[in-house]
């Protein structure tokens, strides 16, 4: 059996919060779609060759990241399961979302915010870590887990991916 993933990452960095733009609405500087690409590169070593399923918060910046990362791994984006929810979300939130994967699907991408990336790790993880723009990590679930059945302190951080 394969061992099952979860990748939570980071959006990219964005333009500066301003009084004439929604939070929500920001997009990704240049700066930002260069990182993101790089880490996207580095993520390949890291995928397995099982069914994936992306999801992404609908805030520009995170599903322009989620874009990026989707074009360099070959993902069709029309096939992103796009998540309102995890914009401004708990770590609880985003896990519900993903316990909702079915249970044929080997991995998973996760593209949203913090704290709430942040502290979903730290809790399924039992980590201490503060994700930065554009990084991710990889989560390992347990030998004959499904993404239904994680929740706190049931996965392994594997790695943090960062330029």
Do not use: W
């Amino acid at each position: 059996m394969t061992v099952k993933k979860l990748f939570l990452i980071r959006h990219g960095k964005a333009e500066e919060h301003s009084f004439l733009k929604k939070d929500y609405d920001r997009n990704l500087i240049e700066k930002g779609q260069k990182r993101t690409a790089l880490i996207a590169q580095k993520l390949i070593a890291h995928l397995n060759s099982g069914k994936t399923q992306v999801v992404s918060s609908t805030a520009n910046r995170a599903l322009q990241t989620a874009r990026i990362f989707c074009d360099v791994i070959h993902y069709p984006q029309q096939d992103i399961q796009l998540e309102k929810g995890i914009y401004e979300a708990y770590y609880s939130d985003i896990l519900r979302v993903i316990n909702t994967i079915p249970d044929d699907v080997e991995q998973v991408l996760v593209f949203g915010h913090n704290p709430g990336l942040s502290d979903l790790t730290n809790y399924l993880c039992h980590s201490s870590i503060d994700l930065k723009t554009s990084h991710a990590v990889e989560i390992i679930l347990p030998e004959n887990f499904n993404f239904s059945e994680i929740s706190g302190g049931t996965c392994h951080l594997q790695t943090v991916i960062t330029e």
